[in-house]
Antibody, heavy 120, light 107 residues
Framework: QVQLQESGPGLVKPSQTLSLTCSVSGVSITSVGYYWSWIRQHPGKGLEWIGYIHYSGSTYYNPSLKSRVTMSVDTSKNQFSLNLSSVTAADTAVYYC????????????WGQGTLVTVSS | DIQMTQSPSSLSASVGDRVIITCRASQGINNYLVWFQQKPGKAPKSLIYAASTLQSGVPSKFSGSGSGTDFTLTISSLQPEDFATYYCQQYHSYPRTFGQGTKVEIK
């Protein structure tokens, strides 16, 4: 079955770059119609969509974070990644990766989430 | 961006109660709305998509309605496993946006 798993450092220092990877299993990341997203949730708060990447490399970032976000995809490893630069304490959150299928349009599979804390 | 506003932000209810959560979009989104349930420490799980279509495997006590800007999620008879936070999310346009959540607690 389809599974997504986030990985990366749980602690990042202020002003540095947060880097996370999402490993996908059960489906090829190059399958037609899928868009691979990052979503975050500040502690005790709601959900914020960060952006998506398509296996072709096309991206769409939330304008609120666009200046600091870069996403990439590694089709050979069936993974996609998130880089968020110049982090502050306000970037402390649980980060989820998720799949959006164009046929339905919503996030149908999610990773379990990984907590990233920004602190010196 | 399309703003999604849920009400109430939280509610207390008893087992067996009927619960209604509303979600309003700042502009028309047709029926491009999904409802998620999230339990502590877990990823959100989709319940209803296209505003009213029940996700496979989700019990029929959950139902959704609405189109355009106003939507509702109804739980017909609240059970202990339903105490959670519920979110609406629009997928009409980018950036995708979520409601702020409705926490359903035990009375």
């Amino acid at each position: 079955q389809v599974q997504l798993q986030e990985s990366g450092p749980g602690l990042v220092k202020p002003s540095q770059t947060l880097s996370l990877t999402c490993s996908v299993s059960g489906v090829s990341i190059t399958s037609v119609g899928y868009y691979w997203s990052w979503i975050r949730q500040h502690p005790g708060k709601g959900l914020e969509w960060i952006g998506y990447i398509h296996y072709s490399g096309s991206t769409y970032y939330n304008p609120s974070l666009k200046s600091r976000v870069t996403m990439s995809v590694d089709t050979s490893k069936n993974q996609f990644s998130l880089n968020l630069s110049s982090v502050t304490a306000a970037d402390t959150a649980v980060y989820y990766c998720a799949r959006e299928w164009s046929a339905t349009g919503y996030f149908d599979y999610w990773g379990q989430g990984t907590l990233v804390t920004v602190s010196s | 961006d399309i703003q999604m506003t849920q009400s109430p932000s939280s509610l207390s209810a008893s087992v067996g109660d009927r619960v209604i959560i509303t979600c309003r979009a700042s502009q028309g989104i047709n029926n491009y709305l999904v409802w998620f349930q999230q339990k502590p420490g877990k990823a959100p799980k989709s319940l209803i998509y296209a505003a009213s279509t029940l996700q496979s495997g989700v019990p029929s006590k959950f139902s959704g309605s609405g189109s355009g800007t106003d939507f509702t999620l109804t739980i017909s008879s609240l059970q202990p496993e339903d105490f959670a936070t519920y979110y609406c999310q629009q997928y009409h346009s980018y950036p995708r946006t979520f409601g702020q959540g409705t926490k359903v607690e035990i009375k």
